[in-house]
């Protein structure tokens, strides 16, 4: 049987069928426009026929640079018809960044829009697809390649300063895309994709809805999808989503626009027990856990079946979840141990790094023949029955936002600057956001100045998850006996108070905001004209501002109102605004 003679994989019988039985419906919702389901296979037949004679087949990396496009799901789709390699990007993330991964990955081409890419990227062609295709079929051709060939590689942060490659192969997408389908949502309407184009949980919240006839929503929550939302008068996220896929510091900020969600999906982040009760209620809750080296999800909570939705649930059909101490021996439910993950989605490792992937993807020892099993880092307990319990990690990586940080990158990225000559980070208080001490180098100007250049720095070079918020200048980094830095002691070091706040001459609205941005930013903010995002302020934070204001005076400002004018003093004049609007209205109200 040749490779085109072989069934069709789960993901694409499932495209297969959607778009006979369900052509006309939405299968792609973006800023840029919709496509049916018979127009995402036209198009997917289109691009991997562009992608073809340029080259791509199996093991053949293919970047992908097209941000949250109408075009970013069937470029993806035309890369996995040709059994090819996709290497997914963030045009949000730095040029230099994007340049490093594409090399890494020995990319052949790049998928992104002529001009909108960037400089940087080195010497990848381009694959423009706003460029018409002559002589393509109406429905791709899908190769199927073995099973151990490199479906797409996902960039994490590395501790050596740059990220790594995780290689993910056709097998364990298979695996997955087939669990996927055992979940049972209801055809039709759309589910939520909020996620960074180059992380995998992106990955997630397009198949989950296309294995099941629903359309993705591609929605941008930072900064800038926000600023777009509001300049054009719009909400952020789109009205009547069936299924909505988001990180729990996500849910937590816009929950409020998701009443009519009938499955709500937490991923990326430990999920706190409130948020969790919260949204279990009237509708269908799943808490899924796993790291990208096991092809996106490795066990999940779903509460139709029963689970305690506060815990990372079960191992998905066909995988493997051991609990083992230092000598790789299972520990009894009840006590903690490190959870170790086996079966066919485990990873091929990493790309370029065969001392990493050995020391991460260990023999099997309870399969054998071969089978290997990834160390996760993570802590975790399994319930008596069953359940898996997440208690933290063993090393330094940080979740920030949902994103999987190594304090390390952030640290060598800082010590670049030759005025540096020490750098430790931490998370502050919230876990949303990063701090970053730095020692300057002897002879070094003012320390705002430096303060300032560091900050500049990482964000020209990090994604916006690890850029520090609070960046401040320090005699000595704080150490653990061990020599390590400390980074609790470091935590309340960067959100001590830096100087004196001026609240003399603010109103008491101006100083009710100034209290509540120093709650959210774990900072000390200065005065009336502080700039929230001067200040290390965030799409998170702003949400979070905007809710915790409607909450406590019960005025209906708008996230818009705050991205526009960014200031204490301007976000109270416009608490003051609103609330002698409503002044007004009770009173002619009463006179009527």
């Known amino acids: 049987m040749t490779p085109e003679q072989a069934p069709l994989p789960p993901l694409f019988a499932a495209l297969r069928r959607w778009t006979a039985e369900r052509p006309d419906a939405e299968a792609v919702h973006a800023e840029d426009g919709t496509l049916t389901y018979a127009a995402l296979t036209a198009r997917t037949a289109e691009l991997a026929t562009a992608l073809e004679r340029a080259g791509a087949g199996p093991e053949t990396a293919v970047g992908l640079l097209l941000g949250r496009s109408r075009d970013a799901v ?97 097998r364990g997408l298979d695996s997955f895309t087939a669990a996927l389908g055992g979940l049972g949502l209801t055809p039709g309407g759309l589910g939520l994709n909020a996620v960074s184009p180059a992380f995998d949980g992106w990955l997630w919240c397009t198949l989950l809805y296309l294995v099941h006839g629903q359309g993705v929503a591609l929605v941008d929550l930072s900064l800038d999808g926000l600023r777009r939302a509001a300049a054009q008068g719009r909400e952020p996220l789109p009205a ?30 430990p999920c706190p027990a409130a948020l969790a009760e919260r949204f279990a209620h009237g509708r269908r809750l799943l808490n899924v856990y796993g790291p990208t080296e096991a092809t996106v999800a ?21 995988q493997r979840a051991y609990v083992l101490d230092d000598e790789l021996r299972p520990v009894p439910p009840g006590e903690e141990g490190e ?19 050995a020391a991460r993807f260990l023999p099997d020892p309870f399969q054998g023949g071969g089978t290997r099993m990834y160390r996760t880092g993570d802590v975790v307990v399994r319930r008596p029955g069953g359940e898996l319990e997440y208690r933290g990690r063993r090393d330094d990586q940080l979740k920030i936002r949902g994103h999987r940080i190594e304090p390390g990158e952030v640290e060598r990225i800082a010590a670049q600057l030759p005025e540096v000559v020490a750098a430790a980070c931490c998370p502050l208080a919230s876990g949303q956001s990063l701090g970053l001490a730095v020692v300057a180098a002897p002879g070094t100007g003012p320390a705002g100045d430096l303060a300032a250049t560091v900050a500049e720095h990482c964000a020209k070079l990090l994604p916006e998850a690890a850029v520090p918020t609070t960046v401040r200048v320090v005699d000595r980094i704080p150490t653990l006996g061990t020599g390590k830095a400390d980074r609790a002691a470091l935590a309340r070091e960067l959100t001590a108070p830096a100087g004196q706040a001026t609240t003399a001459s603010a109103t008491s609205r101006e100083r009710a905001v100034m209290a509540l941005w120093a709650e959210v930013l774990e900072l000390e903010v200065p005065g009336p004209e502080a700039d929230f995002f001067t200040l290390g302020g965030h799409s998170l934070a702003a949400a979070r501002v905007v809710a915790e204001l409607r909450r406590s005076t019960g005025l209906a400002i708008t996230l818009g109102a705050l991205l526009a004018r960014p200031t204490v003093a301007d976000v109270a004049a416009e608490l003051d605004r609103l609330a002698d609007a409503a002044d007004d209205r009770l009173l002619t109200a009463e006179g009527a």
Not at 142 to 165: E, H
Not at 298 to 318: N, Q, Y
């Open 339 to 357: 959870l170790y993950l086996g079966g066919p989605a485990v990873a091929r490792g990493y790309r370029n790094r065969p001392g990493l992937t």
């Open 74 to 170: 069937p470029a993806l789709l035309a890369v996995w018809s040709l059994g090819a390699t996709a290497v997914p990007l963030d045009p949000g993330h730095p040029a230099e960044r994007r340049a490093t991964v594409l090399r890494d990955a020995h990319a052949r081409v790049l998928v992104a829009p002529g001009p909108a890419h960037g400089p940087g990227l080195g010497d990848v062609p381009t694959l423009d697809p706003a460029v018409p295709v002559t002589g393509a079929p109406g429905t791709p051709r899908v190769t199927v390649p073995g099973p151990d060939t490199c479906a797409y590689v996902v960039y994490t942060s590395g501790t050596t300063g740059t990220p790594k490659g995780v290689e993910v192969t056709y």
């Open 298 to 318: 490795a066990t999940w909570a779903d509460s139709e079946r029963g689970d305690d939705v506060s815990t990372i649930g079960r191992p998905l059909p066909d």
């Open 240 to 269: 009547g989503l069936r299924t909505a896929s988001l990180t729990p510091s996500l849910l937590a900020a816009h929950g409020a626009g998701l009443d009519e969600a009938e499955v709500v999906v937490v991923a990326g982040e």
